[in-house]
């Protein structure tokens, strides 16, 4: 479905990102790991098209240069890190605007009965039923996460892309959300990518896994097959296996 080559991009005419070449089938996921600063987010961002980029994305065999914004749109949605700036819309009204690209006559028409029962079942997925009517600036961090996540989603792209999906959720809804987002790529064989610090989300969440260092992939490929611990340890620069047994072993001690 998504294939990416040679991709090399940035800011002010230094790249970033340099040189990446990826490919992800429908129904899988991918998650992008690596340290503050070695070019996660700008990937993303070239993936989607929002900053110019050298090499080439193809989506079902079609460069993405080749098409028009409405297509690129209906294709792939993006999910940033929550800026703090939005206005004093509904929770349904916020996530209603995810399906704007799918009504006919996006100026003066009204959704049909299809785009308000997508927009339930967003809402119901994301546990956003009993907040739908409350503005979204007096939702807790946890809850506008899962909002604009839900407006996402009502977009219904076949690429989602996700900049920390996890950040401000308290652990159950991190498990919960990145098994939902596997599931939904897996049974609407849709793409999921994700750029996640907790490399525990991050495996949990894909079938395949890019691992970045210096604006480079240190690895690309099938988690169990390229994810090892001298790996990680390159790529961090520390025992990331050996802290996380640690901390495992202190909290089995401390339960004795």
Known sequence: M??????????NGSDVVKNITFAIGA???LSIIGPNGCGKTTLLKAASNLIPYKGDIEIDGI?????KNREIALKIAMLSQMSGIYFSYSVYDTVMMGRYLHIKDRMLGLPSEYDREYVEDCLLALDLTSVRDKEITRLSGGQLQRVFLA???AQNPQIILLDEPTNYLDL????E????????????????I?????INLALRLSDNVIVMKDGAAAAFGKVGEVVTDSLLKSVYEIDVAG??????????DIKA
């Not at 998504?2 to 800011?11: C, D, E, H, I, P």
């Not at 990145?178 to 064989?189: D, H, P, Q």
């Not at 802290?243 to 089995?252: A, G, P």
Request: glycine share 6%; charged share 30%; no cysteine.
């Open 2 to 11: 998504l294939k990416v080559k040679n991709l090399s991009a940035g800011y």
């Open 27 to 29: 129904g899988e996921s």
């Open 63 to 67: 460069s993405v240069r080749k098409m």
């Open 151 to 153: 407006r996402t989603l």
């Open 172 to 175: 159950k809804y991190q498990i």
């Open 177 to 192: 959300l990145v098994e939902y987002l596997r599931k939904w790529a897996s049974e609407n064989r849709r793409v999921v």
């Open 194 to 198: 994700g750029v996640l610090h907790d």
């Open 243 to 252: 802290h996380m047994r640690d901390s495992l072993q202190r909290w089995l």
